[in-house]
């Protein structure tokens, strides 16, 4: 089983707030992803990170900022948060370093957002 | 980068049926991963079965079985014995090995609906 975290799971809120979803893992994983995904759609990933201190753009542009102060903890806000910020955000993490990896990905349960 | 179809967007099935989920990948990394992932109606995703891109050994793991076919780019998933809980949206996800190291490409999902 995963030990992979998101917080909160749920979240409506108005046009303009600044916004925090969490993500934690305790697998010690150096690897983390952020996705965006709308529901029954395909996953876009937003950023990436392959250990502290690092962290990439996704393939998808997103006016998200992530940070990777500690190995567990891939934390990702929003600073004004509008309408088209209305998805499902996905957090995942894998084994292994920069480079080849092989590891399969553990995800959250998502954090569900609606901006009014 | 690499690029999944899976042209199946909805499969709808009667338990205990056989259903095949079919994903054709592009590549241009000469090492790479195949990964599917099942996402339930709860939104998690789990991580299923991966296939590295120099073993073309086909397999079967319980109910599930899969069919590689390096020459077609095809990376095919069967369930023998379709259950009500197989129900889920299904994700091929190739990752490159050589570029875009550690980054998946999710495909559009295959929504698998299993009738009692």
């Known amino acids: 089983e995963a030990d992979i975290y998101q917080t909160p799971r749920y979240l409506v809120i108005g046009t303009g707030k600044k916004i925090t979803l969490e993500c934690s893992q305790t697998?010690?994983?150096?690897?983390m992803y952020w996705y965006q995904q709308d529901p029954g759609m395909e996953l876009h990933l937003i950023h990436y990170s392959y250990g502290v201190n690092s962290t990439e753009k996704g393939d998808l542009s997103s006016e998200s900022t992530v940070s990777r102060i500690r190995t567990e903890h891939f934390p990702l806000t929003l600073e004004s948060a509008r309408p088209s910020h209305t998805s499902q955000y996905l957090c995942?993490?894998?084994?292994?370093?920069?480079?080849?990896?092989?590891?399969?990905?553990?995800f959250g349960p998502g954090t569900r957002l609606t901006v009014t | 980068a690499q690029k999944v179809t899976q042209a199946q967007t909805e499969i709808s099935v009667v338990e205990k049926e056989d259903v095949t989920l079919d994903c054709v990948y592009e590549?241009?990394?000469?090492?790479?991963?195949l990964f599917w992932y099942k996402q339930p109606p709860s939104g998690e995703l789990v991580f299923l079965i991966r296939r590295n891109s120099f073993d073309e050994q086909n397999e079967i793991s319980g109910r599930y079985s899969w069919n590689f076919q390096k020459s077609t780019s095809s990376f095919n998933f069967t369930i023998t014995a379709s259950q009500v809980v197989d129900s889920a949206v299904y994700f091929c996800a190739p990752r490159g090995g050589n570029t875009n190291a550690g980054k998946s490409t999710f495909g559009d999902g295959t929504t698998l609906t299993v009738k009692p």
């Open positions: 697998m010690g994983h150096d690897k």
């Open positions: 590549t241009r990394d000469t090492t790479y991963y």
């Open positions: 995942a993490s894998s084994e292994g370093t920069s480079g080849f990896s092989s590891y399969e990905q553990y």
